[in-house]
Every structure is written in structure tokens, then in C-alpha cells.
């Protein structure tokens, strides 16, 4: 297969920001993070820098259908540093989404145990009995009555797989256009996700470099 052909030879994104440490990108929409199982799941965010940048390596993922920011660390070491931060939660995340019905009140925490939903994977599921913990909180930043649909600010204070669609999903305000756990009525309103990343904030790897804080709009 020729490169003009080969769907792993499409080109990264621009990146939004690259230092000798890290690399940003705004991944969209449709496109894996990482490769998946197969010939036909190479074509990854991941393939496309590494192909620019071949010492670039993964540090955090984000579902096929979210679109938004992710980090690349240069090299295993710088690698080792992010990855430690993101574990240890000391990075700050916001995602965008769009969600079914009018969520009351203003602001509010979901706080209900996750864990695989193992006959359905890769869906994931509530489980008080053997689910780990995860947080999220929530922000009303609109409502559209045309729609009946309330565009919210999320702040995820862990990083469980699907947190944010099954946590929505559980206070009965699926994200337009899921997929995978909305019901059709639901999934149909949208030709995508509407779930972006659209901030992120950490300290830099480098001793006495300034701290970094990136910030992508929403296209939806």
C-alpha cells in the first residue's frame, strides 16, 4: 500500500503548542487516540505525530467519538512525568458537552461508582457493588428550550473509562448523538458526540518552566 493510500499516512493535526517536552493537538472527532485491534483500527492520532514526531509517546486517551486536547510527551522520560501527573490527578480537565432535557440545579456532582459492564464491553456501567469511585461536576452553561437540550461545563475529578456518557447517562441527561449508551431517540439529534475537551492545565515537566493551560472551543 502506498503512502498516498495508506489511511496511517494521514497527516497529524497542527499541533497547538510543542517544546522539547510535550507536543498538544486537538484531536477530532472519529479518529482513535491510540490503535486498536486490527488492520482496519491503525489509523490513530497517535500513528499521525509519531510519523512527524517519532519520539513522541501517549500520556492520556480520549474516546473515538470526544474530540478535544490531548498531550503527547517527547520522549520515555517526559513521558514518565506526565503520566505521573495525570495519576496523581494534578492535571485539570474540562470537557464541553450537550445534553438531553434541562438539568436543574445549576451546578451540582455526580458521584457514583464505575465499572465495566463485562457481557456488553466496551460499555462500562454504574456498580455500587465493585465499581471504582468517580466524581463529576457539573455547570449549566445554557439551555436551549427550541432543543430541550443544556449545554454543560464538566469538570471530571477522576478519569474512569466513559465516566462522563455513563455518569450523564445515569442522572437521565444522555449526551446528543452517543452511540453507545443514549437511546435512539437521543443518539439521533446528533451526527457525532457532542463531547469535547475543551481545557487542560498542568505544571510543566521541566523544573522552572511556567505552568501550561490550553483552551479549544467546542465545534457543536
Given at each position: 500500500?502506498?503512502?498516498?493510500?495508506?489511511?496511517?499516512?494521514?497527516?497529524?493535526?497542527?499541533a497547538l503548542y510543542r517544546d522539547e517536552a510535550l507536543l498538544v493537538f486537538d484531536k477530532p472527532a472519529g479518529l482513535l487516540a491510540v490503535?486498536?485491534?486490527?488492520?482496519l483500527k491503525q489509523d490513530c492520532l497517535t500513528a499521525r505525530?509519531?510519523?512527524?514526531?517519532?519520539?513522541?509517546?501517549?500520556?492520556?486517551?480520549?474516546?473515538?467519538?470526544?474530540?478535544?486536547l490531548m498531550v503527547f510527551a517527547r520522549g520515555i522520560?517526559?513521558?514518565?512525568?506526565?503520566?505521573r501527573a495525570f495519576e496523581l490527578r494534578e492535571v485539570h480537565k474540562r470537557y464541553i458537552a450537550m445534553v438531553s432535557g434541562r438539568v436543574d440545579p445549576a451546578t451540582g456532582c455526580i458521584d457514583l461508582p464505575l465499572g465495566a459492564?463485562?457481557?456488553?464491553?466496551?460499555?462500562?456501567?454504574?456498580?455500587?457493588?465493585?465499581?471504582?469511585?468517580?466524581?463529576?461536576?457539573?455547570?449549566v452553561l445554557s439551555y436551549d428550550p427550541i432543543g430541550d437540550s443544556t449545554r454543560l461545563e464538566l469538570t471530571p475529578e477522576t478519569g474512569r473509562t466513559h465516566q462522563l456518557r455513563v455518569h450523564l447517562m445515569?442522572?437521565?441527561h444522555a449526551i446528543l448523538g452517543d452511540a453507545l449508551y443514549a437511546p435512539p431517540s437521543i443518539q439521533t439529534r446528533s451526527p457525532r458526540l457532542l463531547l469535547h475537551a475543551g481545557a487542560l492545565a498542568f505544571a510543566h515537566p521541566l523544573a522552572g518552566r511556567p505552568a501550561?493551560?490550553?483552551?479549544s472551543p467546542p465545534p457543536f
Open positions: 500500500m502506498s503512502p498516498a493510500t495508506d489511511p496511517v499516512a494521514e497527516p497529524a493535526p497542527p490503535p486498536g485491534r486490527g488492520p505525530v509519531q510519523r512527524a514526531w517519532p519520539e513522541a509517546r501517549v500520556v492520556h486517551r480520549l474516546d473515538e467519538a470526544t474530540s478535544g522520560e517526559m513521558q514518565r512525568h506526565l503520566s459492564d463485562w457481557p456488553n464491553r466496551p460499555r462500562q456501567q454504574v456498580d455500587h457493588a465493585h465499581g471504582k469511585p468517580a466524581r463529576t461536576r457539573w455547570q445515569a442522572i437521565g501550561l493551560a490550553f483552551e
